[in-house]
T-cell receptor, first 111, second 113 residues
Framework: SQKIEQNSEALNIQEGKTATLTCNYT??????LQWYRQDPGRGPVFLLL?????KEKRKERLKVTFDTTLKQSLFHITASQPADSATYLC??????????FGAGTTVTVRA | EAGVTQSPTHLIKTRGQQATLRCSPI?????VYWYQQALGLGLQFLLW???????NRGNFPPRFSGRQFPNYSSELNVNALELEDSALYLC????????????FGPGTRLTVL
């Protein structure tokens, strides 16, 4: 069956450090992968989309890598700030065309 | 440009009642998606509508149903409410059914007592 797994543990980091989140998938052959941010009680907000032929993508302090051989994406938040504290979700389109989300990794940035 | 809107913000019902949740997509978006997010859990896909048709359905019982209107707004109905239906219900839209990115609304918090 298709499965998306993200860091099971919450991530607590010091302001200014880099947070690295992992998204592993099984039985998908994705053409792309997406990352979203969700704040408590709010809907997710789209951050980045990376295609299978793109090894890396950046947006401001965010960097995403995509390794289709390892079936893994890494999401980096550099120079982290307390405002980056949120849950981050990766998402893939499954064989039946619906978008499936990982359970998310909660990041807390300490001042 | 206005984002996805949902109503009501909060809804309190008792077991056995019916709930109706509404969603207005971003103007020009034809696809609408519904998700359930129980407290502390991930997003569970419920339903997907595009151009008025149901495109896909998640693993939920038939008492979860919905529709999409000609103006692309959508309604989610939950019949015979159960306590475990208490959750945040999120609606998302995308410009077409082929578009990868989804834009989410703020959600409706449904509480079943």
């Amino acid at each position: 069956s298709q499965k998306i797994e993200q860091n099971s543990e919450a991530l607590n980091i010091q302001e200014g450090k880099t947070a690295t989140l992992t998204c592993n998938y099984t039985n998908y052959s994705p053409a792309y992968l997406q990352w979203y941010r969700q704040d408590p009680g709010r809907g997710p907000v789209f951050l980045l989309l990376i295609r299978e032929n793109e090894k890396e993508k950046r947006k401001e302090r965010l960097k995403v890598t995509f390794d289709t051989t390892l079936k893994q994406s890494l999401f980096h938040i550099t120079a982290s700030q307390p405002a980056d504290s949120a849950t981050y979700l990766c998402a893939l389109r499954s064989n039946d065309y619906k978008l499936s989300f990982g359970a998310g990794t909660t990041v807390t940035v300490r001042a | 440009e206005a984002g996805v809107t949902q109503s009501p913000t909060h809804l309190i019902k008792t077991r056995g009642q019916q709930a109706t949740l509404r969603c207005s997509p971003i103007s020009g978006h034809t696809s609408v998606y519904w998700y359930q997010q129980a407290l502390g859990l991930g997003l569970q896909f419920l339903l997907w509508y595009d151009e008025g048709e149901e495109r896909n359905r998640g693993n939920f019982p038939p008492r979860f149903s919905g529709r999409q209107f000609p103006n692309y707004s959508s309604e989610l109905n939950v019949n015979a409410l159960e306590l475990e239906d208490s959750a945040l219900y999120l609606c998302a839209s995308s410009p077409t059914l082929f578009t990868d990115t989804q834009y989410f609304g703020p959600g409706t918090r449904l509480t079943v007592l």
